[in-house]
Nanobody
Framework: HVQLVESGGGSVQVGGSLRLSCQAS????????VGWYRQVPGEAREAVAL???????KYAASVNGRFIVSRDSAKNTVTLRMDNLKPEDTGIYYC??????????????????WGQGTQVTVS
């Protein structure tokens, strides 16, 4: 079983920055596909960014250029750096993991493991 714990959420003013972390534990490989999703009330969960088993990254168009996802495989952590935050970025951010990213579109990965989420509020 794989456990994921998100941290780093909070409230920030428009244009500010936050850094989210996903700590993995349990039976997880250091090269797992790891994604970040967010969800707002009344809307479906949305893929935001991921880092693949091969180290490649992918971003939703809405955050491209503002968010950076990175992996520290030795520590089993994945970080999401969010800059120039907008009110539209508000939501609960979830970390998810799977053994392999889907190809050719990694955002179609069906993630087996999910964290509890961390709230991000931009206003």
């Amino acid at each position: 079983h794989v456990q994921l714990v998100e941290s780093g959420g909070g409230s920030v003013q428009v244009g500010g920055s936050l850094r989210l972390s996903c700590q993995a534990s349990g039976e997880i490989s250091r090269d797992y596909c790891v994604g970040w999703y967010r969800q707002v009330p009344g809307e479906a969960r949305e893929a935001v960014a991921l880092v693949g088993d091969d180290g490649a990254t992918k971003y939703a168009a809405s955050v491209n250029g503002r968010f950076i996802v990175s992996r520290d495989s030795a520590k089993n952590t994945v970080t999401l750096r969010m800059d120039n935050l907008k009110p539209e970025d508000t939501g609960i951010y979830y970390c998810a993991a799977q053994t392999w990213c889907a190809t050719p579109n990694p955002f179609r990965t069906v993630f087996n493991f999910w964290g509890q989420g961390t709230q991000v509020t931009v206003s």
